[in-house]
């Protein structure tokens, strides 16, 4: 990606935020709704728009899960980590998805095609674990189930 788009990515999504106090996280947010992530050609130029060093910019997209550093797989899927989908088997399921995609949290698959991500809490804690693959919320998510939407979401994808 040339750096002139970077700029004109920046400069447009500042000019929409109308100032740069606070503008960091909605920034780095535009910025990855433009590129699927923050390409790390992008932290010069942010720096330099906010006044800020490139650490302080680092520092908030290292902190910041949500902030991608590279690009998403064709299909993301994200596992609930939060309290009460553990205690119905969300770790074993990510045991599992671990396993079978071969890969971590916040890792892309080897062929690319899916990246796998935590989330924590989706609202549907009545009825865990609870997935969303792309951007469809799954409930009671069995290792089984887990295989199924992944074979759909690939076959999709
Ligand atoms: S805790 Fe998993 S959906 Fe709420």
Redesign the pocket.
């Known amino acids: 990606m040339p750096a002139a788009s970077f700029d004109a990515c920046v400069d447009a999504a500042l000019e929409q935020l109308g100032t740069p106090d606070g503008a960091l996280l909605p920034l780095l947010h535009a910025i990855q709704a433009a590129y699927g992530h923050v390409p790390a050609d992008t932290v010069p130029l942010i720096a330099d728009r906010l006044n800020l060093s490139r650490a302080e910019v680092h520092g908030v997209l290292s902190y910041y899960h949500h902030f991608r550093k590279s690009p998403a797989g064709k299909v993301v899927v994200q596992l ?1 980590r ?5 205690s119905v088997g ?1 770790d074993a399921l990510a045991e599992h998805a671990k396993a079978r995609l071969g890969c971590d949290f916040h890792e892309t698959t080897a062929d690319g095609s899916v990246t796998l991500e935590p989330v ?6 009545a009825c ?3 997935m969303m693959v792309g951007e469809r919320v799954h409930a009671l998510v069995t290792p089984e189930k887990f295989d199924a939407l992944l074979a759909r979401a690939r076959s999709d994808a």
Not at 120 to 125: E, I, K, W
């Open positions: 609930c939060a309290e009460a989908c553990q969300a924590y809490c989706l609202g549907q804690c865990g674990p609870s």
